[in-house]
């Protein structure tokens, strides 16, 4: 016969697909000698097979060993099930697996019909103790086991109530809770059509089936949907079957429910709620208030170090926070239920480093029990969680963090705002690289259309400041400088927050957390540094952004896009002159000015990330993208023709008022000069029509897959000359002041090695001239982006000129799917997504079996031609942890990501290198 149930003190501890977290917990807290009442746990096979029956009927042999197993609880208690004398009451309770809170179902004081409660109230010579767990039996057992809707009870309960005179529970004599039983049996008999079972052994099975069923209950099939719990994860509920204890028995009984550490911030204190004189649910159910834990010292100063010594046992054994729930019947401790604490992260990092400084886990341990992914609670102000205000509007969550400031409906704007320390909020329907000084300004930013790749998210995240994007139900009116959200309008300088985590956007100012880089997280990162073997590397593109993420604890710059320098807005004219320029002299001219900018640059990033190396990639986007769009010029020049005409009409006015002044002598009005220079606005003209004629011939039809990136630099070699002159340059200064630096230059977008020979002369052209014109050795390597495939292909012939590999996982996944990542998260990806043909999103996922495996390659034939070759990531991919993980497993070196993500990468690096330790692989899952 099969084994269907396991009594607590045989089950095994560590099989919770078997026995359930809870029964799994109480088997293993029995067995170390904790105080548990006497019970057992019906398997989750139990349940599989019976809910595979047709028939539901419970598998063959399940009754016949509950009857056995309930004959050990009364040999154990010295009470009979149905004993008209001195029951034995049970609950029934589901636990699986995987803890679901509130989905499944538990019946306590299970036993009880007319008779045994004759004897129950006998013995404990309590009457109102009888009636008070009867009329909870009736009721949890109507609701649970016969499906009678709770507001039915809830109807003749108050109806008692009321009629007693009474406002809470407590104050209930014995014959209100037995009318209230009575009235809740007359329910069920109304609500089935059927008397209440009274047989306690056909209670027990009606109660384990109800609760196996409950398991394909709408709820609990919900909650597993919602929150991807997979059947491996967990399958079927096991139920427990508990002798019950009684927290309802008078002063010298109580229940509670415990943490062995706050759970809030961490602090290792023992945290919690208790009720005297109260069972289980009245806790929870919050009809009345409870006490915090510590008020038990005085209470009940005989149990309170119980209570602690349990506490002590619950962590010492299971090495992991506890959450815990006790009751005390007549002065005896009985626990009920333990299992491992949920806690936010800042109480996750204080834990592990406390506990692992107590001796109480290791290093590793510590490492191991934080998901790095919710480091990024810690890192981003967020709104109070007092917080209880409505929405006007919710987006994508597309930046983390949350802001809050003046709304402002342009860049322009949002830049002279900031510049008098204003907090401001960009609120645009969407954003383009020329917009880029108002996100400087702004404390965050508000896009009414585009994705989480959006250009507004990709810069807010790189940035680390808060963004909701494609927020449609907003529209942005960007002339009136108004945004309507449904009733609600916001004008130029109201004050909003957003909350980029969420998506949610508020009116008004709504408070702010900040949680900050703890010490705690301090001394958890060194851990993880020590324990990785990948370098976190970070994607910074200016001094500001360098010196963050060396607070964040980036081990060098990975990315250091040199066009974001550009766009600030005193650079972007002479970039447009640069773009504009018809010859080649015109454009050095512009070159020449733009030189000293960058070197400035380049000398502060390296100085600040000294001694630590810093890959700059040469200019990489085509350069139409510095220019206003074609339709943007065509306004702007159909208002300046409209200006023009104006003027001259003016023109006509002075002269004839100038001869009427001569008719009647009066004083000459104001010159035309005084109005208006026409020669400017003919200037402006051309110049417009100058830049239009730009804008028409850089014209791409796929201009990601134009003229961009290395193909760019050979057509215009002035333009990366003047680049790795700035770099070597700034390194020579740095070197000569005695400032060690490693500058690591890199060709973007290359697809065949002579592309990397032809940008190699150019460097070591400079580089001779440099270290001539300074007189001192430059130090510097040269190494190429892989995110061509072909260039994957022919990594082996790469390797022969570049000193370092970097994957940009962005451009290489687009290329590897053929995706263009812009259309495919607007059109198509999502519906793949909830169809199952791509898991998941390629662009936020690193897809391990296509991209990965390319990656994997390359890196192989990079290493066969020059062994050793540093190779890292700089895509996005680089701040997920598990693309860390695999990045890891291929023998990368490093990966580098937009600052904010640097300690999500530093634990992640640590737990792929201790996962594999473990020998977890990710490949070829
Ligand atoms: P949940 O999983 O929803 O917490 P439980 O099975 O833990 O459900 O039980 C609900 C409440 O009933 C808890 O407060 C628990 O402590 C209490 N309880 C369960 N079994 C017993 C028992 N045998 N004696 C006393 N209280 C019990
Ligand atoms: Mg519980
Ligand atoms: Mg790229």
Known sequence: ?????????????????????????????????????????????????????????????????????????????????????????????????????????????????????????????????????????????????????????????????????????????????????????????????????????????????????????????????EFNITTEMANGTAVNIVTMVFGNMGTDSATGVGFTRNPGTGENVL???????????????????????????????????????????????????????????????????????????????????????????????????????????????????????????????????????????????????????????????????????????????????????????????????????????????????????????????DVLTLDGTSGNIYLGAVPTVETGFSTELTTLLEWADKAARLKVMANADTPHDAARALQYGAQGIGLCRTERMFNASERLPIVIDMIVADTTEQRQAALDRLLPIQRADFRDVLKIMSPRPVTVRLLDPPIHEFLPNEQQLLNELEQLHHLRLSMQGMEVLVETVKLLAGSHGEALPATVHELGDTRMVDSVISRKEQILQKVRTLHEVNPMLGHRGVRLGITFPEIYTMQIRAVLEAAAECTKEGVPVFPEIMVPQVCTVEELKYVKRLVETVHQQVEADFGVKVHYEFGSMMEVVRACMRAESLAEEAQFFSFGTNDLTQASFSFSREDAENKFLPMYNDCGILQDNPFEVLDVKGVGKLMGLAVGWGRSARPGIKVGICGEHG????????????????????????PIARLAAAHARLLLDQGQSVIGK
Request: aromatic residues 8%; contains cysteine.
């Open 271 to 493: 945290y919690g709620e208790y009720l005297v004189n109260a069972q289980g649910e009245d806790v929870v159910a919050g009809i009345r208030t409870p006490k915090p834990l510590q008020d038990m010292a005085e209470e009940m100063p005989v149990l309170f170090p119980q209570l602690m010594d349990l506490r002590n046992r619950l962590e010492t054994h299971y090495h992991e926070v506890q959450d815990f729930e006790f009751t005390i019947e007549k002065g005896v401790l009985y626990c009920l239920q333990t299992r491992n604490g949920k806690m936010n992260a800042s109480a996750m990092v204080r834990t592990s480093v406390e506990m692992a400084r107590e001796g109480l886990i290791t290093e590793q341990e510590a490492l191991l029990r934080i998901n790095p992914q919710h480091l990024e609670q810690m890192l981003y102000p967020r709104l109070d969680p007092k917080f209880k205000g409505t929405a006007i509007a919710t987006g994508l969550p597309a930046s983390p963090g949350a802001a809050s400031g003046q709304a402002v409906f342009d860049a322009d704007r949002a830049e002279t705002l900031g510049k008098q320390g204003i907090k401001v909020i960009l609120i645009r329907e969407e954003t383009k690289p020329e917009d880029i000084h108002g996100f400087f300004a702004a404390q965050g930013i508000l896009t009414s259309r585009g994705g989480k790749t959006s250009h507004a998210a990709v810069v807010a995240r790189g940035m680390g400041k808060p963004c909701v994007a494609g927020a449609e139900g907003i529209h942005v009116d960007v002339q009136l400088r108004k945004a309507f959200a449904g009733n609600a309008i916001i004008k130029e300088g």
């Open 1 to 225: 016969m099969k084994k269907w149930i396991y009594s607590y003190h045989e089950g095994n501890g560590k099989d919770k697909q078997l026995l359930g977290g809870k029964g799994a917990n109480l088997c293993e807290i029995t067995q170390i000698g904790l105080n548990v009442p006497p019970g057992f746990v019906i398997t989750t096979d139990a349940c599989l097979s019976y809910l595979n029956d047709p028939e539901r009927q419970l598998p063959d042999g399940v009754m016949a060993q509950v009857h056995d197993q309930m004959g050990m609880l009364e040999h154990a208690t010295s009470k009979r099930f149905g004993d008209a004398n001195d029951p034995l009451l049970v609950s029934v309770r589901s636990g699986s697996a995987m803890s679901m809170p509130g989905m499944m179902d538990t019946i306590l004081n299970l036993g009880l019909n007319a008779q045994t409660l004759v004897g129950l109230i006998a013995h404990t010579g309590n009457e109102r103790f009888g009636y008070d767990s009867y009329r909870r039996f009736i009721q949890l057992f109507g609701k649970v086991a016969l499906g009678v809707p709770d507001e039915l009870f809830d109807e003749q309960f108050e109806a008692v109530k009321k009629k007693a005179g009474v406002a809470v529970d407590i104050a209930l004599q014995a014959s209100d809770l037995q009318e209230i039983s009575e009235r809740f049996l007359a329910v069920v008999q109304h609500h089935t059509g059927k008397p209440f079972p009274a047989d306690p052994y056909e209670q027990l099975e009606i109660a384990i089936k109800a609760v196996f069923n409950s398991w394909m209950g709408k709820r609990a099939v919900d909650y597993r949907r």
């Open 879 to 902: 701040g997920h942890p598990a693309s860390i993980r695999f990045c890891d497993e291929i023998g990368l070196d490093y990966v580098s990501c937009s600052a904010p993500r640097v």
